[in-house]
């Protein structure tokens, strides 16, 4: 049973230029999470996402983030024009259920670099 | 709000003692609330989590955790320590009586176990 498949694992960009992030849950899972981890620091909570539904975004910021989850593919989150504030940890989490007692499982994150 | 701490950014022990990794929480209501290991350069893994009933959770490669709802803690222990538990541990909360699907993160502690 595979479990979160994230893609890249490593990514790097100039400024300006368009990073865009996959996310595949694992079997049977249709609620994704994506969280930003910033060096030395824990992880904040960006998105939550069920297929073709964005059910919470107050994590993202207001410009040039964009998330999505289509009903038949992986979860995209895309950020435009990035900046050399964007290098980060991305990670992706899925859960069975989205419920409180649910788990959320992780993927291997997506390191991302802006030069 | 919901909110997590760990008051120690690193603990060092020697293998075979015991290792306890601390965690406080704030929330307004009876918390979820969850530890997971991440490894250098990946994702993070599960370790074990608590929702209700008995406040000694045992989880994963022989760790366990005890909810402590006077003291709002949840501290993270195994008996006899492993050269291979060297890692980033996180705690973190999940607010049942609000939106209970967004999982908040302290800081992490890094563990490092001499041989």
């Known amino acids: 049973n595979a479990g979160v498949m994230q893609n890249p694992r490593h990514l790097v960009r100039r400024r300006g230029q368009e990073a865009r992030l996959r996310c595949s849950p694992m079997?049977?899972?249709?609620?994704v999470y994506w969280y930003r981890q910033l060096p030395e620091e824990g992880l904040k909570f960006m998105v939550y996402?069920?297929?073709?539904?964005?059910?919470?975004e107050s994590g993202m910021p207001k410009e040039r983030f964009s998330a999505e989850f289509p009903k038949e593919g992986p979860s995209i989150l895309r950020i435009q024009q990035v900046v050399r504030g964007d290098s980060a940890a991305y990670f992706c989490?899925?859960?069975?259920?989205?419920?409180?007692?649910?788990?959320?499982?992780f993927g291997p994150g997506t390191r991302l670099t802006v030069l | 709000a919901q909110s997590v701490a760990q008051p120690e950014d690193q603990v060092n022990v020697a293998e075979g003692n015991p290792l306890t990794v601390k965690c406080t929480y704030s929330?307004?209501?009876?918390?979820?609330l969850f530890w997971y290991v991440q490894y250098p350069n990946r994702g993070l893994q599960f370790l074990l989590k608590?929702?209700?009933?008995?406040?000694l959770v045992k989880g994963s490669y022989g760790f366990e955790a005890e909810f402590n709802k006077s003291q709002t803690s949840f501290h993270l222990k195994k008996p006899s320590a492993l050269v291979s538990d060297s890692a980033l541990y996180f705690c973190?909360?999940?607010?049942?009586?609000?939106?209970?699907?967004?999982?908040?993160f302290g800081a992490g502690t890094t563990v490092t176990v001499r041989a």
């Open positions: 989490a899925s859960s069975q259920d989205g419920g409180g007692t649910d788990t959320q499982y």
């Open positions: 079997k049977g899972h249709s609620h």
């Open positions: 996402l069920q297929k073709e539904n964005i059910i919470d």
């Open positions: 929330v307004s209501g009876n918390p979820y």
């Open positions: 608590y929702i209700t009933g008995d406040n």
């Open positions: 973190a909360v999940r607010d049942p009586s609000g939106n209970d699907y967004k999982l908040s």
